[in-house]
């Protein structure tokens, strides 16, 4: 019987599947203009990037834990200026800025969250301070390349509680795409 066990946790470890992300090697150049690049979402680049904090929006020490994380990422990265494209825009070249709090489930988002638009080049440093600093919360970083669908489902990172991500309500599908206001 010990045998068979053995075996069994053996072979799921053979089996397991690890994603380490490498954010210094993840390719975020756009293609040179004229090489008509990719426009499938198969590998697309990432234009821009997203960090999100998920919280429970009913509870009030939970919120106020979740605001004031967000208050420290404003101060740290001296943010000045709120997002003003869509939030599904991967706007390459735009700075580094803060969307307004969803108190509610919005977009793919299953409970309240916050979110902050990130240019490539802002990734590492930003990243890393966000999940050294997130306590209990739980942040999903996410690529923003024109393939919503993939840049939240197969593109992303979660650090603490994975959330279910609604899909269905995405309508760009290919690399570089914008969405519709």
Not at 155 to 180: E, H, L, M, Q, V
């Amino acid at each position: 019987m010990i045998a068979v066990v053995l075996i069994t946790l053996l072979a799921a470890c053979v089996n397991a599947h690890y994603h380490i992300h490498d954010w210094n090697s993840m390719k975020t150049s756009l293609p040179s203009p004229g090489s008509g690049g990719n426009k499938s979402c198969d590998y697309a680049e990432a234009l821009s990037y997203h960090i999100h904090v998920l919280f429970w929006q009913n509870s009030p020490k939970h919120t106020a834990g979740a605001l004031g994380l967000r208050n420290r990422f404003i101060a740290k990265f001296n943010l000045r200026e709120n997002c003003t494209m869509d939030a599904g825009d991967p706007a390459p070249g735009h700075d580094m800025c803060v969307f307004e709090v969803d108190w509610e489930p919005a977009g793919p988002f299953t409970t309240a969250q916050y979110s902050f638009f990130i240019p490539p080049q802002k990734l590492q440093e930003t990243s890393i301070w966000m999940l050294q600093h997130r306590g209990i919360y739980d942040v999903f970083i996410h690529p923003n390349s024109g393939c919503e669908t993939n840049d939240h489902t197969k593109w992303y990172t979660f650090s603490g509680n994975k959330w279910p991500i609604d899909a269905s309500i995405f309508s760009c599908d290919r690399s570089g795409c914008k969405p519709k206001s």
